[in-house]
Every structure is written in C-alpha cells, then in structure tokens.
C-alpha cells in the first residue's frame, strides 16, 4: 500500500507540474500573440468599411505598432508583465517541490 500511495503523490505532482507549465506557456503566448490578434481584428473592421484586407492590415500594422510603442514607454510596465511570468514560474516550482516533503512522509 506504501507503494501506491507514493505513487499517488507523483502523479499529482506531476498533474500540478503540467498545470503550471500549461499555465506559463499561456502567459506568455497571450502576450506574444495579443499585438498579432489587434492587427487581425483592425484588418477585418477596416474589411467592414471597405478597405480590401491587405489594405487595412496595412493601416493596422502601425496603428498597433505605435500602440505597444506607447505600451513601452510606461515606465515599468514590461517588467511587471515579466516578473508576473516569473512569479508564476517559482510558485510552480514551490508547489512541485512541496510534493516532494510529502512523498518523503509516505515512504517512511
């Protein structure tokens, strides 16, 4: 039964590592792919207006790149959104290793 029960514990430590690193890995997609998303959704709203596509992407590659200029030139924002990455990162790993104190307790 000793053994069952470790094997219990890796397995929801293994759940959790896999939660944490889907979690990070959406994190940091959602804010490589955000700017790629607003120059998609002008395109298709100047498309609506009569622009042709190619045209309003034209239009809305600018109009988002002075977007995330102005974005980065708010003092301290880009760090924030990185150190929330990372701090996502160590509770991930506190919470993985914690598993580790209780895989010890079972086994003995």
Known sequence: MNK???ALVRLL???VF???VFAVTAYFGALVL???DLIVLLSKLLSVIGFNAFIGALVAAPA???LAF???KIPGLGSILVETGVDLVKTGKARV???N???SAVKA
């Open 4 to 6: 069952v029960n470790v």
């Open 13 to 15: 430590q293994f759940v």
């Open 18 to 20: 896999v939660f944490f």
């Open 34 to 36: 955000l700017p790629l």
């Open 64 to 66: 988002v790149g002075y």
């Open 70 to 72: 102005t974005a980065y």
């Open 97 to 99: 290793d914690a598993f």
């Open 101 to 103: 104190s209780i895989a």
